[in-house]
């Protein structure tokens, strides 16, 4: 058995401290052209990656090096031998803080699955979606993959689980009276069910129709800002990033626990959560890169900081209680719905060439590829420009939906109202 070679040859080359992670995948792949199948594979793949720990001491400090290598299956002993070697030999070079190695555990989740039995009826969600728009399929690449993961390390932890995942590549096309559109959109999910996969591509159709006839942004001040689904998930990683014990420990946030980081708010408040179970999310796992239990844990409070978290090493470098790396965020609802989030005059904005939250300064921008412009009487979609701002000076009067969203490893308002963010336009 492969894994017990790589642990024999860690003992002879006296190697006391170590992690390996054993990845077997297993994955379908079909690449279509419009909804024609062009070209089916599979791969059954088992790959083996060690990390070596080496304990340094200079001028009375002790140190904690590491390196992390892939050994392959089809690798002799003697090339196992110098592979671990020289891991050990590039740890030396490495001075971390000394922190301590995943407790033992012994645990085995894995189970049968029969979700490569469901690849035909993914195939059919993608392609019998419907709208009522002018909008196609151009391309698509599907994705069914499952990893049986084992995680073990030298203080006898040895853990087992699998992990389901389904991604979704695909390209849309719309020709508009100026221009031919093109969008581009990536789904991940575990929920493999065929009204999942049908309403998020028929979506990504309506969305790439009102993009092939959508006006110039026009030059507005003062508006409120609707940012529905991917914004509104990047714009609460913020919370998430402020009270990471990593960022805390490389001084790039300065929150303290109790931090009322949301201010004297007037509008929702934030509180959230890590929550390694969120179904359908692509990211849920039991443990974490370490093998570390995941648990959910919550971390803001109405607005306020009760918790940090953190994987194994940084958790302890802070001398909390490690909560492991989060796979996946929560955020609870707010108290009105969308449509009254688009009462008045309004800009909602869907999708960004790129939308980015900077967790150290707080400042957010995106380039706008569609949204909806509304008067207060009529609604048109819009593309161009861009919106920017910091998200101190919004936060007080955030608003959140009522409307929920599964999106990645992200579950909670589908939508956020605020005030005092720049839109650029163009028109």
């Known amino acids: 058995m492969m894994i017990d070679k790589i642990v024999e040859i860690l003992h002879v080359t ?107 009826d993914v195939t059919k969600a993608i392609f019998s979606s419907t709208n009522s728009s002018k909008s196609w399929i151009n391309s698509a690449e599907v994705f069914l993959n499952m990893e049986n993961i084992r995680i073990l390390n030298s203080n006898d932890l040895d853990i087992a689980f699998d992990h389901k995942g389904l991604e979704i590549e695909f390209i849309t096309t719309c020709k508009g009276e100026r221009e031919e559109i093109e969008l581009y959109w990536n789904l991940k999910t575990s929920d493999l069910s065929s009204e999942n996969i049908s309403s998020k591509v028929s979506e990504a159709l309506s969305i790439t129709t009102d993009r092939a006839i959508a006006h110039p942004t026009p030059k507005v001040k003062d508006i409120p800002v609707i940012l529905d689904e991917v914004g509104t998930k990047e714009f609460l990683k913020y919370f998430l990033e402020k009270s990471s014990a990593m960022r805390i420990y490389e001084h790039m946030s300065n929150a303290k626990i109790g931090d009322k980081i949301q201010g004297e708010f007037k509008g929702d408040p934030i509180t959230l959560y890590i929550d ?92 706008i590829r569609l949204g909806w412009y509304c008067d207060g009487k009529g609604r048109i979609p819009i593309t161009g420009g861009s919106i920017s701002g910091n998200i101190k000076d919004v936060l007080e009067n955030i608003e959140l939906s009522k409307e929920t969203i599964q999106d990645g490893n992200y579950f909670g308002p589908r939508a956020l109202k605020i005030y005092g963010a720049k839109i650029a336009g163009v028109a």
Do not use: C
């Open 276 to 367: 390694p179970t969120i179904n359908g999310s692509y990211f849920s796992q039991p443990f974490d890169e370490d093998g570390l239990e995941l648990r959910k844990v919550k971390i803001m409070d109405k607005g306020t900081l009760v918790s940090y978290w953190g994987n194994t090493r940084f958790s302890h470098y802070l001398g909390i209680k490690p909560t492991g790396n989060a796979t996946n965020f929560v955020v609870e609802t707010g108290k009105k719905n969308l449509d009254d989030l688009r009462n008045g005059k309004y800009i909602e904005l869907k999708t960004f060439s790129d939308f980015q939250m900077n967790a150290l300064t707080g400042d957010f921008a995106g380039e």
């Open 14 to 120: 006296g190697v006391e401290n170590w992690k390996l992670i054993e990845k077997k995948v297993r994955s379908k792949e079909l690449f279509f052209i419009k909804d024609t199948l062009d070209m089916n594979r599979a791969k059954d793949v088992t790959k083996y990656e060690l990390t070596v720990y080496k304990k340094i001491e200079e001028n009375g400090t002790e140190y904690l090096g590491s390196s992390t290598v892939l050994i392959h299956p089809t690798m002799s002993n003697e090339e196992i031998r110098k592979t671990i070697e020289s891991a050990l030999f590039a740890a030396g070079f490495v001075k971390n803080e000394p922190y301590p190695l995943v407790k033992s555990i012994k645990k085995d989740l894995r189970k049968p699955s029969n979700a490569f039995n469901k690849t035909n």
